[in-house]
């Protein structure tokens, strides 16, 4: 335990998962979101208010959809920036647009209270078990402090460097998990249309050099029906693919490989697979193909 009081703000898929592995493991834990219900779901003690969760807290973690969401609760009427006191430290573990964590990195250092962007990976099924992976901007004291909470719901903790530096390497990261979900998705489509075997096509493509992430933990099941149901959906998906190219054009780095995913997830919310996991964009590709599904099932 750590010892410290802590507050989740965002008790939705990843939040609320990652709650319940901090809640296991002894911490102090009070909750907030937007849907009052989602706290006695979870059997986490709930805030009244955002105000009362900031003032009740050392510590304040935020796992929410986006920017324009962070920036709501920080700066908004009861948030961390009206709230918030000396010493305490806000950990935003959403997947959120470097340049606004950087502002609201400074606002809140001007009330005393430490900014930490924490990006995660390794979906639901990680964050269930405890493995997560973070990459973590901002001051490395203020790291050490909570590392401890952090290590209730995450396996390894990366300091990446200044305040949002832990956010754009999350935009790269998921920039990467895009491509590679979307680009097998298209070929493991043209593997059925050409009636391959597909496990067999995995089998070589993980023997070869058009390995994955995708192609190794996400394809093999897929193939069989199983599309891992809980993760990050296409919506989210393209939404982190926009931040990138909104990145590496305020960086002035070419982004010459963007079109693909943008376009893959892109039709997936087109055909109405926007809020389940983005691994149906292989469905999405397969409507287009004619209707074809990997699973015979």
């Known amino acids: 335990m750590s010892g410290l009081a802590v507050g ?31 706290a006695a779901e979870l059997e986490i003690e709930a805030a009244p208010t955002l105000a009362a969760l900031v003032a009740a807290s050392d510590v304040v973690l935020l796992s929410l959809p986006d920017s324009t ?21 806000l950990i935003d573990l959403s997947t959120s647009s470097p340049s606004s964590t950087r502002e609201l990195a400074a606002e809140l250092a001007d009330r005393g209270v430490a900014m930490l962007d924490a990006g995660i990976s390794g979906g639901a099924a990680a964050a269930e078990k405890g493995t997560l992976t973070i990459m973590a901007g901002g001051d490395a004291a203020a790291l050490e402090r909570v590392r401890p909470v952090l290590a209730t719901f995450s396996e390894r903790v990366f300091h ?15 920039f990467l998990n895009a491509v590679t979900l979307a680009a097998t998705a298209e070929v493991m489509v043209a593997a059925r249309i050409a009636e391959l075997d597909l496990h067999q096509v995995l089998e070589v493509i993980n ?3 058009g390995v994955s992430f ?9 193939v069989d029906g199983d599309y891992l149901e809980g993760g990050l959906t296409s919506r989210l998906m393209f939404k982190d693919v926009t931040l990138y190219v909104d990145m590496l054009r305020e960086l002035g ?3 010459l490989n963007v079109s693909g995913p943008l376009a893959s997830f892109g039709l997936a919310l087109g055909l109405g697979y926007g ?3 983005s691994n149906r964009v292989v469905d999405a590709i397969g409507d287009v193909a004619g209707g074809v599904r990997l699973s015979e099932g």
């Open 8 to 38: 989740m703000v965002g008790l939705g898929n990843m939040g609320g998962r990652m709650a319940t592995r901090m809640q296991a493991a002894g911490e102090r834990l009070v909750g907030y979101d937007s849907d009052a219900g989602r």
């Open 69 to 89: 969401v962070v920036e709501a609760v920080v700066r908004g009427d009861g948030g961390v920036l009206s709230a918030g006191r000396e010493g305490q430290i």
């Open 160 to 174: 990446m460097g200044a305040v949002g530096s832990g956010h754009a390497t999350k935009l790269l990261n998921n």
């Open 207 to 209: 023997a070869s050099s």
């Open 214 to 222: 995708a192609s190794l933990n996400r394809f093999p099941r897929i």
């Open 253 to 255: 780095a070419p982004s």
């Open 275 to 277: 809020d389940v996991i």
